[in-house]
């Protein structure tokens, strides 16, 4: 089995190599191809994870190129995990959009977007070029936004799975406070990527024993502490919402504090100097402590688990993954793009059912899809015009004169990205 990550230069690789050398009963890679256009953190990446197998004895072997069609050539899964513009990107995104009052995050609102227009183009070039080189790849998406970048793979026809670590976060949450095996722990976790709400907690499977109010009743405090929301807020809501939600119920106190300290961005650019200079150490062969701050925890467990459900290895047969609506959200067009659980096979995902949902979040699920369609246009079609309407209509946004300001913002912030600008 051969897979190849395109980003494979990121800091974070560490730990998905970590996950691929743990779990190799679950998948067996016998051929990882490291692609990245950045040499140098190629090779110091490369050489820390080569170090990683041959510790945790992985018979399996690295290589490392900048050539992006050698690197997927027979590649029988595609994992993508880039930046375009890399951190400095990133740091414009968490900062212009707060000289107009509105939050500056990387994923939603006027810097997700900026994100989207940056990224679209350059993964569609990527995967058609997986295509003439493997048609029967799968294409597994962790580059946020993801349904956006989800949802603009499988219009174009590609064999994808769009990923992100919330729910399994969640569930290895659970799990810890429930003091159970994580396996035991079924989420009726709804809504779209970066937008969604864990509407029961079960025991068992999907037909299981719902222990949400058990979990809101005993760990109220603790829960609603990782989220950064009022105790009050989730016992009346009863549900759990993603941390991503904040910035939608309490989008001017987020925006008062990102303004009063650095920006992410930042704090992961420091970081990732560090990392860089520790994985040049040829000593070091485990994944740093560090590295947990980076983020996107518990990753590199989902990853082994949907790749190896896809390739027809030992994965979980339901798996927390984005994937076309297909009905299971009535409200929805079918060829929306949600975030639920799924049942995954080699076929790809199938959404399981879920609950009628309350009109609080099918509203403000509704509204971002209808973002997220203009968004696609936009990021596919480019123009001033396309970038407004879809700003005009994101609920963080939503007012004339904010969307002209953050238009002409975000096109000149980012106009060596956009080919039409």
Known sequence: MKLAVVGGGSTYTPELIDGFARLRDTLPVEELVLVDPAADRLELVGGLARRIFAKQDHAGKITTTTDLDAGVAGADAVLLQL?????????QDETWPLECGCI??????????AKALRTVPVVLDIAERVRRTNPDAWIIDFTNPVGIVTRALLQAGHKAVGLCNVAIGFQRKFARLLEVNPSEIHLDHVGLNHLTWELGVRLGGPDGENVLPKLLAEHGDAIADDLHMDRKLVDRLGVVPSYYLRYFYAHDEVVRELGTK???????????????????????DEK??????????????????????LLGGGGSPVQVVNTY??????????????????????????????????????????NVTAYEDLALEAALRGGRDRVFKALLSHPLIGQYDYAEQLTDRLIAHNREHLAWA
């Open 83 to 91: 930046r375009v513009g890399g951190q400095a990107a990133r740091n």
């Open 262 to 284: 650095p920006s992410r961005a930042a704090e992961v650019a420091a970081m990732e100097k560090e990392l860089l200079a520790m994985y040049g150490d040829p000593t070091l």
């Open 325 to 366: 609506n297909r009905g299971t959200l009535p409200f929805l067009p079918d060829d929306a793009v949600i975030e639920v659980q799924a049942r995954v096979g080699h076929d790809g995902a199938t959404p399981l059912a879920v609950p009628a949902l309350d009109p609080l979040y099918a509203g403000l699920i509704a």
């Open 104 to 113: 500056g995050q990387e994923t939603t609102g006027a810097g997700g977007l």
């Open 288 to 309: 740093p402590e560090l590295l947990a701050k980076r983020g996107g925890a518990f990753y590199s467990e989902a990853a082994v688990d949907l790749a190896a459900s």
